[in-house]
């Protein structure tokens, strides 16, 4: 619960840092400070808002900018590392004390903790904002996102393995808050999307001279329109998938396999040693009795099958 509030209350910041100037550029700021229309081609026909023009612009610098960051960072981080290293070499040879060669724990100790996986999913999740809510206006930025990523998981794949200290195995089921924020971009993508396309670009902004009302009945019919393709999206798509579902069958039949449902009774002398060393009672008679226990059947050896008894196995 910590995690998922911090989760939500990063993405809220972010969000608004990075989603704020395209919606100014595209809904505030023509009726603000407004937008000229440039001439792309010459010929006084084909006219482009120049609002927009910023708009891609800003996009494509965005992801050559957060791509560039990633490398500068993991850059840093080795000279960083290396630094720290060099000094204490150094340090020990005019010492004259010690070792100068670092062992694998010395050289992990040396490494950059590992922050966790928030950072890398806040990133990802600002970059599909923009792709779901800018995309039409620049169709293009779905390859440069596609491209963009492919290099940064690979840079950070290298990050995590040679540069970064093993981080301490950790459990987690699902990935939390995430998945409420990529329902609340789908919706929010929605909007956008319908917005853009009715009061940014042509033919519906100026061209088939459309009164106001008109284009907020439109917007509102194909928002909702748009909104009930997302829900009846999520609707269809199963909580888990085909390939998770598998992975947790196998792992029933191994654990019948393991945990089968063979009862074996155990009886020990007294002075020996069983299988089973906790919760023992002391019968009647001197002998230790165990309590009744669960065996697979691979595990039970032939002499317990054939008897029921285990051999006996004198204690040190």
């Known amino acids: 619960e910590v995690k998922d509030s911090q989760v939500l209350k990063n993405f809220v910041v972010m969000s608004f840092v990075y989603y704020y100037p395209f919606i100014y550029l595209a809904f505030i ?24 023009q910023t708009i891609k612009a800003n996009l494509v610098l965005t992801f050559i900018t957060h791509l560039g960051t990633v490398v500068v960072m993991m850059c840093f981080e080795i000279a960083k590392t290396w630094w720290a290293e060099r000094s204490e070499r150094q340090r020990l040879e005019k010492s004259g ?8 724990v010395e050289e992990q100790n040396k490494m950059p903790a590992f922050e966790g996986d928030s950072a890398y999913y806040l990133e990802l999740m600002i970059q599909l904002g923009l792709v779901a809510m800018f995309s039409s206006i620049l169709p293009s930025v779905t390859i440069i996102a596609l491209v963009s990523n492919l290099i940064e998981v690979r840079v950070i794949a290298w990050k995590l393995i040679y540069i970064c200290r093993r981080p301490a195995p950790v459990g987690q089921e699902g990935i939390g808050a995430w998945v409420y924020v990529m329902q609340f971009l789908c919706c929010l993508s929605a909007v956008t999307s319908v917005g853009l396309v009715i009061f940014v670009k ?20 194909a928002e909702h329109l748009m909104l009930m393709v997302v829900f009846f999206v999520a609707s269809l798509t199963p909580p888990i998938s085909g390939h998770t579902t598998l992975i947790m069958r196998q792992q029933e039949i191994a654990r019948e396999k393991l945990l089968g449902s063979v009862r074996r009774r155990i009886d020990v002398e007294k002075g020996t040693r069983g299988p089973v060393d906790t919760h023992k009672s002391v019968s009647e008679g001197g002998r230790e009795e165990f309590p009744s226990v669960f065996v697979p059947p691979e595990l039970v050896p032939r002499t317990v099958a054939a008897s029921g008894h285990p051999p006996h196995q004198q204690s040190p």
């Open 29 to 52: 700021m023509p009726h603000v400070e407004g937008c000229d229309d440039v001439d792309r081609n010459g010929d006084g026909v084909h006219k482009t808002n120049s609002c927009i």
């Open 97 to 104: 004390r010690g070792s100068t060669k670092y062992t694998d």
């Open 202 to 221: 042509q033919p519906l902004k100026s061209e088939m001279k459309l009164s106001r009302a008109d284009k907020y009945a439109m917007f509102i019919v």
